[in-house]
């Protein structure tokens, strides 16, 4: 069995191909692909950063990212940096790159969900909500259908979930 984890999704500048082509063409049959549904960097403090770094044209150099985080901490107690603070991501500088310089494409994962819809391909076998709870893999496959199909009401996008199929086929 082979095991693929999509993560953090690369924005469409940094890539031209379908990330959910690459994926359903990498898979064969009895691979598992997980994926998390959560919508990262969306706290006021990643906006207001992304503001500056365009506003000011400011590069993704380890000195402005030190920078960037020592503006954020010297403030920690407003409380537009506070989520900001709470996110492991914030205390590396890697995370800081990708969270202001890199932002998610979710395009892409709405395209890998809507590929992970088709029940001829593939099988919903596992989902867990972000506490590590199971749910119930039902319900949860009818929302990513209704969202193949262009429904919104029950989006699974941002919802921080993790999501685990197996390839059929």
Not at 33 to 48: K, L, P, Y
Not at 149 to 160: A, K, R, Y
Request: aromatic share 6%.
């Amino acid at each position: 069995m082979h095991w693929i984890e999509v993560g953090r999704l690369p924005s469409p500048a940094m890539t031209t191909l379908s990330l959910a082509a690459l994926v359903n063409q990498a898979t064969g049959s009895g691979a598992v692909v997980h994926m998390r549904t959560a919508i990262a960097e969306q706290t006021s403090g990643d906006r207001q950063i992304r503001k500056l770094v365009s506003e000011h044209k400011l590069q993704p150099t380890r000195q402005t990212l030190r920078q960037l985080r020592r503006m954020v901490l010297a403030n920690r107690n407003d409380t537009a940096w506070q989520d900001l603070t709470a996110d492991a991501d914030f205390y590396s500088l890697g995370g800081c790159r990708d969270r202001w310089f890199r932002p998610q494409d979710t395009a892409q994962l709405k395209e890998l969900m809507a590929m992970a819809s088709n029940e001829v391909e593939w099988k919903l076998v596992k989902a867990r909500d972000v506490d590590g709870h199971s749910l119930a893999t039902g319900p949860v496959q009818k929302q990513i259908q209704a969202e193949a199909l262009g429904s919104e009401v029950q989006s699974l996008m941002g919802q921080n979930l993790s999501v685990y199929f197996l390839k059929r086929r």
